[in-house]
């Protein structure tokens, strides 16, 4: 054999078998077939193994399995990013001539994907109440086939009457979608409240190390022949290393969210405490307004919430605050070891109670917690 040829045949025996705890990461275009009619089969789209790099490799699929198992929903597929999940949930179950109603407080990349691109392939784009229930009737059209919700909403935390939104779907046949990204498969059951879809930033809780983007979108058995021909057709598929690492998280979901939860009620409740402070903003904690809600629906609270001052403090005033933090570090995202700050004033369609108003959210880490209350006392200091 020719060196050219030696090449490129050395050291091509299959390891692919090895059972490793974690599955590996397999990186691919073209998957080597043994027989014609093996070909053939994957040209027809009726071979049942993985014929090309976008049929969703290993890591991917136990991925999903493990997601959709956690949901209890009949099928999961996973997207390179949260908001990849929101747009693709919003084009596969709609067309021209549709109305879809967006809650107020969802994620607003998703909001604005949805007014500026939807919006162009006919499809008409209206808004409800952060916090809606039964009243979602007032904001339904004859055309209207999908709801897209999210609770509590990641920057002013309002609780949506999930079930009483599903009964009022369901009758209708209109398609509800929870963005479930706060409180995961672990603290909230979606499908069990009547919902029909799921919607998971996979880039926060369950990959947990701000180090991978990556969502999911989970669906009951009405929708999964639908999605999952939505998503051959697309030949869509999420980036081989992000499965990997987001499966490799999603293993100690569990232990790592118990921490979070129990630190951030813990500096909630010490916020509660402070002079300078107006509303904390944590659904678990009695004085948050749909609190009941909160308690009827969910198990637990993840590691996201807000705050406001009593002053309307200057933004240079908000500056010096948010810039001597130490251990809260400034940026987006959420759900990982690091704790982070953001703080920006909310506007919505309809109305909310801190219109105009800074609101500062946390994103507790796993760091002590008495670090962190330390930590925001100091900077605190800068408004006095
Ligand atoms: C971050 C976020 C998204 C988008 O996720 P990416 O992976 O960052 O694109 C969607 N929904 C919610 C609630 C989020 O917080």
Request: hydrophobic share 40%.
């Amino acid at each position: 054999m020719e060196p050219a040829t030696q090449l490129i045949v050395g050291g091509r025996s299959p390891f692919a078998s090895v059972a490793t705890v974690n599955p590996p990461v397999f990186r691919g275009s073209t998957v080597v077939l043994d027989t014609y009619e093996e070909l053939r089969k994957a040209a027809a789209g009726t071979y049942d193994g993985v014929s090309y790099g976008t049929e969703r490799f290993p890591a991917q699929r136990m991925l999903e399995d493990a997601m959709r198992g956690l949901e209890g929903a009949a099928l999961t597929r996973a997207f390179p990013s949260g908001i990849a999940a929101i747009q693709h949930a919003l084009m596969a179950f709609t067309k021209a001539g549709d109305h879809v109603v967006l809650c107020d407080n969802a994620y607003s990349p998703g909001r604005s994907f949805a007014r500026s691109i939807l919006s162009k392939f006919g499809i008409e784009v209206g808004s409800c109440p952060s916090a809606v229930g039964a009243d979602l009737v007032e904001y339904l059209k004859p055309n209207t086939v999908l709801v897209l919700l999210e609770s509590p909403g990641s920057n002013t935390f309002e609780i949506q009457d999930l079930r009483a939104v599903a009964a009022v779907c369901r009758d209708r046949g209109i398609v509800s979608i929870l963005d479930n990204t706060w409180a995961t498969p672990f603290y909230l059951d979606a499908f069990g409240l009547g919902l029909d879809a799921t919607i998971h930033s996979v880039t926060k809780y369950i990959s947990g190390h701000s180090d991978v983007l990556l969502g999911t979108v989970s669906v009951g058995p009405r929708l999964a022949p639908i999605l999952d021909d939505y998503y051959k057709t697309c030949e869509l598929f999420a980036p081989f290393e992000d499965c990997h690492l987001a499966l490799r998280g999603l293993r100690t979901l569990q232990v790592r969210l118990k921490q979070h939860e129990s630190s951030a009620l813990e500096i909630a409740r010490w916020l509660e405490g402070v002079d300078l402070v107006g509303e904390v903003i944590h659904p678990a904690l009695p004085a948050h307004p749909q609190h009941e809600l909160w308690k009827r629906d969910f198990t637990g609270s993840s590691g996201l919430f807000a705050f406001t001052f009593k002053a309307d403090h200057p933004d240079e005033r908000i500056a010096a605050f948010m810039e001597s933090l130490r251990l809260f570090r400034m940026g987006f995202s959420w759900g990982g070891f690091q704790s982070l700050v953001t703080a920006g004033r909310y506007r919505r369609e309809h109305g909310s109670q801190y219109e105009g108003r800074t609101v500062v959210r946390l994103s507790v880490g796993l760091e002590d917690p008495r670090d962190l209350t330390r930590d925001l006392e100091q900077a605190m200091a800068n408004l006095r």
